[in-house]
């Protein structure tokens, strides 16, 4: 099973900055199959980052994704107030999926 | 626009077995373009992949999981099921059905979740 570690756990900034997300994978995970979602408390979790660097529907260009093997980042340019959530990375291989644990962007 | 729902029992006693239902509107559950799958998130934790479907009838499990698991569909009615038997109080969470890219496997399109707590 490949397992998916994300740092930091939690991020604090303040709006407009920008915030970068790290997902490292114990094994090498084709690009194609690197996710990232949003997650507010409440709610279910929202695609945002699918194939590693493409943006899912109606995702602001604000939001990018990339790198390859083990080593993805997602980067948010400049934070809305609405972008402070949690963040999880998600791979798919031999027909299973596996989440990492989380990363929580909180306001500073 | 395509939506999934949840539906099931919210509570479950303890060695017994969890069934949950996914409705499938606004949309087809037999295209090929995508398949369907079941995610859980314990209160206050991350995101655990229970199993998935596809409209055929094919199913893919979480290994941890898989002795206690069965994922069935039934495209007359659009929905698809979870069957987790001999619950504890570990599987307490929320469930969530989502629907699944084909060539991408990542999850588009989730239901609303539903809280079910294993509790005598």
């Known amino acids: 099973e490949i397992v998916l570690t994300q740092s930091p756990g939690t991020l604090s900034l303040s709006p407009g900055e920008r915030a970068t997300l790290s997902c490292r994978a114990s094994?090498?995970?084709?690009?194609?199959?690197l996710a990232w979602y949003q997650q507010k408390p409440g709610q279910a979790p929202r695609l945002l980052i699918y194939?590693?660097?493409s943006r899912a529907t109606g995702i602001p260009d604000r939001f990018s994704g990339s790198g390859s093997g083990t080593d993805f980042t997602l980067t948010i340019s400049r934070l809305e107030p609405e972008d402070f959530a949690v963040y999880y990375c998600?791979?798919?291989?031999?027909?299973?999926?596996?989440f990492g644990p989380g990363t929580k962007v909180e306001i500073k | 626009q395509l939506q999934l729902q949840e539906s099931g029992p919210g509570l479950v006693k303890p060695s017994e077995t969890l069934s949950l239902t996914c409705t499938v509107s606004?949309?087809?559950?037999?295209?090929?373009?995508?398949?369907w799958g079941w995610v859980r998130q314990p209160p206050g934790k991350g995101l655990e992949w229970i199993g998935t479907?596809?409209?055929?009838?094919?199913?893919y499990y979480n290994p941890s999981l898989k002795s206690r698991i069965t994922i069935s569909v039934d495209t007359s009615k659009s929905q698809f099921s979870l069957k987790l038997s001999s619950v504890t109080a570990t599987d307490t969470a929320v469930y969530y059905c989502?629907?699944?890219?084909?060539?991408?496997?990542?999850?588009?399109?989730w239901g609303q979740g539903t809280l079910v707590t294993v509790s005598s």
């Open positions: 989502a629907r699944i890219l084909v060539g991408w496997d990542a999850f588009d399109i």
């Open positions: 606004g949309g087809s559950i037999s295209s090929e373009s995508y398949y």
């Open positions: 479907v596809y409209y055929s009838g094919s199913t």
């Open positions: 094994q090498s995970v084709s690009s194609s199959y």
């Open positions: 194939g590693a660097s």
């Open positions: 998600q791979q798919y291989g031999s027909s299973s999926f596996t």
